[in-house]
């Protein structure tokens, strides 16, 4: 799977995310293993107590399904990503406006084991609302989320 | 199972528009290229499975608002890692 057309992409900062707030997202090819959620709504994670959260909640417009997403600023390693022409063309990306990129959050009981899917990273034109959830194999599919404390 | 014998260069068509070609051999390994629709996903069956896997992991995960609050305030003390100046 080598593609010599690939092309590093410029990703949204975490600040720039307000203005998807309250949207509709389409997912044209859905997310794996929930190929017929093709619409979802964007918002904030608002914990109960009213504080600020770093997370924000991907929900399916079609059945009783959500995701936890974080932005890749909050992950503790670099995480370059390029994107494919082909990919480019079904996000409907006609120029070089950044692309907002999140990560899908797998909750688990301990803290320590929550980790990020930085193999299937959600790719974003902002502009047209169209989602793909990439696959970037290089990347682990698990990566913890929060760095160990130094002892 | 559909079991076809191909040699390197030839290709099998899959409905109208998928071709899988047989493009090199060595050893125990084979070289595939594939060409489909951009709304056709191809992928290595272990990723396909790893990442199906994981995202239902990640839309089941029981009790997730209370233990996403409690891990948000300990990622929110800490500012991203990555700054507007770079």
């Given at each position: 799977m080598t593609n010599s057309d690939q092309r590093s992409v410029a990703i949204a900062a975490e600040s720039e995310l307000v203005g998807l707030l309250g949207k509709e997202i389409f997912f044209?090819?859905?997310l794996l293993g929930f190929p017929s959620c093709q619409r979802f709504n964007f918002n904030r994670f608002n914990p109960g107590d009213g504080s600020a959260s770093p997370f924000f909640v991907l929900e399916s417009a079609d059945q009783e399904v959500s995701f936890p997403l974080i932005h890749?600023?909050?992950?503790?390693r670099d995480y370059p990503l390029e994107i494919s022409p082909e990919v480019m063309s079904s996000l409907d990306v006609h120029n070089d406006a950044d692309l907002v990129a999140m990560l899908i959050v797998t909750v688990r009981d301990r803290p320590e084991d929550i980790t990020v899917n930085l193999q299937g990273p959600l790719i974003i034109n902002p502009s047209a609302l169209i989602g793909i959830q990439l696959v970037?194999?290089?990347?682990?599919v698990r990566y913890p989320l929060l760095v160990p404390a130094v002892q | 199972m559909l079991i076809l014998s191909r040699r390197v260069g030839e290709s099998i068509t899959i409905g109208n528009d998928v071709v899988v070609k047989v493009v090199a051999l060595s050893g125990n390994q084979i070289r595939l290229g594939i060409t489909a629709p951009r709304e056709v996903r191809v992928l290595r069956e272990e990723s396909f499975h790893a990442l199906r896997e994981e995202n239902r992991a990640a839309a089941g995960a029981p009790d997730s608002n209370r233990r996403l609050e409690d891990v948000g305030k300990q990622l929110r003390s800490k500012t991203p890692e990555r700054s507007d100046d770079e």
């Open positions: 044209p090819t859905g890749p600023d909050f992950v503790p970037v194999e290089e990347y682990p | -």
